[in-house]
Each structure stands twice: as C-alpha cells, then as structure tokens.
C-alpha cells in the first residue's frame, strides 16, 4: 500500500466529489468504497456547497466537475485550492478543450480526466495525484 499525504495507508484517502448529476455522484462514491483505497467523505452539488463541505470535512482530494450548479467548477478552483492548499484536485468533465484544461491546471488542479471512459483511469489519476504528495 502507498502511503497518504498525512503518514497514513491509502486506504484512508478522504475524497470530496463535487457533481451536479446525482446518479454520477452515487456512482463515484460506490466506486471509491470498492476500490479500497478511498474514503468518500461527501458530495456536493454546488460551488458554495464544495467550499463548505471542504472546509469542514479537509479532503485530500476532490473530484471536481466543471459545470455544477451555481458558480461554475472553473470558479470554484482557485476557492477550493486557498480551503486546501495541500489537497490534490482532479478536474472530471465532459469538456475535450485543450485552452480550459490548461487554465484549470494553471489554476491548480492536479489532473484532467474525461468523463465517459473507463472510471479507472479517475481511480488512477486519483491515486497518482495523492501519491505525488506522499513523503
């Protein structure tokens, strides 16, 4: 097992998802708890919502879609980077465009993975952003 930003195994890796799309949401924290090495600590539907959830909950990680409800993901980035400075966020949406994605990473987010594939390819996003702050 890997080790998590806070000296832990990873099984202890505290995710946030951030979707607007209920049936997704369910989906993504299902798929953390079977994998084994995340812990979902809750889901949010908004912008304020994700600030809030963030704040209270201090992820190491968020699953953040870029179109939610409110203020739009790309908004809510550089909020959630000042909440969690150390915490890895992984944009995951079904927008294909190069210029966003490189503003998302300029605005601090870890990866960019693209909804409609294999969820294994968030999982390992996932698991290689939280790695890349392990000791």
Do not use: C, Y
Request: glycine share 12%; hydrophobic share 45%.
């Amino acid at each position: 097992m890997h080790a998590t930003p806070h000296g832990g195994e990873m099984a202890g890796v505290k995710v946030l998802v951030v979707e607007d799309v209920p049936e997704l949401s369910r989906l993504l924290e299902m798929t953390f708890e079977l994998d084994g090495r995340f812990e979902p600590v809750g889901t949010a539907t908004s912008g304020g919502a994700a600030l809030d959830l963030a704040a209270r909950k201090h992820p190491d990680a968020v699953v953040l879609d870029l179109a939610i409800d409110g203020i739009d993901g790309m908004d809510v980035l550089p909020a959630l980077r000042r909440v969690l400075p150390e915490a890895r966020i992984i944009i995951f949406t079904g927008h294909d465009d190069s210029r966003l994605r490189e503003q998302a990473m300029e605005a601090g987010a870890s990866a960019w993975v693209l909804k409609g594939g294999d969820l294994n390819g968030l999982l390992d996003e996932l698991s290689g952003a939280v790695r890349q702050e392990a000791p």
